[in-house]
């Protein structure tokens, strides 16, 4: 009998134990189960982070190469400006120039028409008629005035030939 109640123990102990080697079993397996799924979740995660990076690098190249194009359009943008620059100094020069020149041509037409005109009247102080309508036409101011003198002088040479000749 002791035999039979240790085989029984044995049996209910053997069938106790296996019960609980089956739960442990079966507890393994779901927290296999679960790490597999984990791993898979953290396998796509990282797929999906190695696409943003790929894509992110991706994006700062075609950046930096924007970069560099802006940097040689800068470049060539400040060349160009020094250039302009450069031509708007010798520009302004040149103005400047004939902006001096121009003053002194004037005060030197200036000095002419006053030596021509002293000249002239001193050539009518004496009397000469062909003289007095040079005078006149040398005051004109616009190739107008010089026109109306000149129909006017020759006009009056007209009107003195035919009182001569009468």
Known sequence: MAAALVAILALGMSAAHADDLKDKKNKVERELKGAHRDL???????????????AAQQQLGVAKTRLATARGKVEVAQERDAQMQAELAAAEQELAEAEAALAQGQVDRDAQREKVARTVADMY???????????????????????????VRTWSSGRRRASTTS
Do not use: K, N, V
Request: charged residues 40%; proline residues 2%.
């Open 40 to 54: 898979d979740e953290s396998s796509a995660q990282l797929r999906r982070a190695t696409a943003r990076l790929d």
């Open 125 to 151: 102080s004496e009397g000469d008629p062909e003289l007095i309508a040079f005078a006149s036409l040398l005051g004109a101011e616009d190739t107008e005035e010089l026109t109306r003198r000149d129909g």
